[in-house]
T-cell receptor
Framework: EAQVTQNPRYLITVTGKKLTVTCSQN?????MSWYRQDPGLGLRQIYY???????DKGDVPEGYKVSRKEKRNFPLILESPSPNQTSLYFC???????????FGQGTRLTVV | DQQVKQNSPSLSVQEGRISILNCDYT??????FLWYKKYPAEGPTFLIS?????DKNEDGRFTVFLNKSAKHLSLHIVPSQPGDSAVYFC????????????FGTGTRLTIIP
C-alpha cells in the first residue's frame, strides 16, 4: 500500500530534550516536506526536500533540522524543543513539484 | 501575512443540499490550487485541484471554480453527504516553486442528516 508513515503518532517530552520524528514514504517520491498545523493558522511548511541531500527552509524553520540521506526517509529533528513547538506535525511527499502531496497521519507533539 | 484565507471557520449544510466552501488568496503568482479534506486523527487527503489556466474543474460531486481576477476559488459539493463532514483546506502553489503548498486555515464542514 502506498503511504507516508510517521512515527511516533503521539509524543510528550520536556523542554530541551532532543527528539526525532521519523517519516518514510514507499512511493519513490522525489519531494518531501514537513508541515505543522496550529489552530487558526492552518498548515505551515517547516522544511522541504527536492531530492536526496537537497533540503531547504520553509516558512517556519526555526528550531528544526532535517536530513535527507535516502530518498524514502525525511526525519524532523528538534535539537532543543520548546513549548511553542507543541503542535500537530505532518510529513508529506509528492512525485514532482506540480502534483498533489500525500500526507502522513500526523504526529501530535507536546513539549512541557 | 496570510496569503491564503478561508474566512469561514465552519459551515453546516443539510444532507442532499449544496455545500460551498470559499477561499481567497493575495499572491497573484499562485497558479495551481488544491483542496484537501481532513478527518480527525488523519492526515489531509487530496480532493481536487485546478490550474490557473482553467476556471472550472469537476470530479464527480466536487467542482472547483477559480476567479483569477477576484483571486477567489470555491469548492462546490453536490449533493452533500454525511461522509463529507470534515475540515477542508484550500492550498496554493507558486508557478516556479518547489512543491511547497501555502494553506488556508481550514473550514469545518458539518453535514446535517
Amino acid at each position: 500500500e502506498a503511504q507516508v508513515t510517521q512515527n511516533p503518532r503521539y509524543l510528550i517530552t520536556v523542554t530541551g530534550k532532543k527528539l526525532t520524528v521519523t517519516c518514510s514514504q514507499n512511493m519513490n517520491h522525489e519531494y518531501m516536506s514537513w508541515y505543522r498545523q496550529d489552530p487558526g493558522l492552518g498548515l505551515r511548511q517547516i522544511y522541504y526536500s527536492m531530492n536526496v541531500e537537497a533540503t531547504d527552509k520553509g516558512d517556519v524553520p526555526e528550531g528544526y533540522k532535517v536530513s535527507r540521506k535516502e530518498k524514502r526517509n525525511f526525519p524532523l529533528i528538534l535539537e532543543s524543543p520548546s513549548p511553542n513547538q507543541t503542535s500537530l506535525y505532518f510529513c508529506a511527499s509528492s512525485p514532482s513539484w506540480n502534483t498533489e502531496a500525500f500526507f502522513g497521519q500526523g504526529t501530535r507533539l507536546t513539549v512541557v | 501575512d496570510q496569503q491564503v484565507k478561508q474566512n469561514s471557520p465552519s459551515l453546516s449544510v443539510q444532507e442532499g443540499r449544496i455545500s460551498i466552501l470559499n477561499c481567497d488568496y493575495t499572491n497573484s503568482m499562485f497558479d495551481y490550487f488544491l483542496w484537501y479534506k481532513k478527518y480527525p486523527a488523519e492526515g489531509p487527503t487530496f480532493l481536487i485541484s485546478i490550474s490557473s489556466i482553467k476556471d472550472k474543474n469537476e470530479d464527480g460531486r466536487f467542482t472547483v471554480f477559480l476567479n483569477k481576477s477576484a483571486k477567489h476559488l470555491s469548492l462546490h459539493i453536490v449533493p452533500s453527504q454525511p461522509g463529507d463532514s470534515a475540515v477542508y483546506f484550500c492550498a496554493a502553489r507558486l508557478s516556479w516553486g518547489n512543491e511547497k503548498l501555502t494553506f488556508g486555515t481550514g473550514t469545518r464542514l458539518t453535514i446535517i442528516p
